[in-house]
């Protein structure tokens, strides 16, 4: 598994990785956020993506917008994996370039997660995170409710 530049010609991968993830965890909240539209945006940072055997099997961006952004972070976003590579250490390998970027380029992060992300959540702790804050999103849901976000920073 190597971790490269998102690039034209993985939305066929992601897309499809999406839809599963979406099925699995309900990521993204809304269906029709399926999108290769929702999956580069919102812009003002770099993405990246798993790869392993020629397909793309993960995806993660970093953002200046998002409920726990301070100045001079980033927030971590459209982050998931596709479900050959559930497993696989593909999450904790994304994770980990994106820390390793945000070190070199002297970037602090932070992130929001949906309640009920059992497993994301206990990604980032085990990677050092720490929750700050727990609020209720500016947007709402396709139940019409606005979901509760954790807070999190490095």
Known sequence: MWIRERREGDETD?????????RRDRYPLRPGNVSWAWICAPSGGPAWVA???????GHIALTTQGPAVREGA????????????????????????????AGKA???LVLDVLD???????????HGWTRFD???ADWTGPDGNHPVLHLYEL
């Open 14 to 22: 992601l897309i499809a990785g999406l839809h599963e993830v979406h």
């Open 51 to 57: 790869e392993t055997a020629g397909r793309t099997v």
């Open 74 to 101: 980033m927030s971590l976003t459209r982050f998931f994996v596709c479900d050959a590579a559930r497993g696989t250490g593909a999450g904790g390998t994304l994770l980990s370039a994106v820390e390793e970027y």
């Open 106 to 108: 002297g970037i602090s």
């Open 116 to 126: 009920g992300s059992d497993s994301a959540i206990r990604l980032y702790e085990k």
């Open 134 to 136: 727990t609020v209720r």
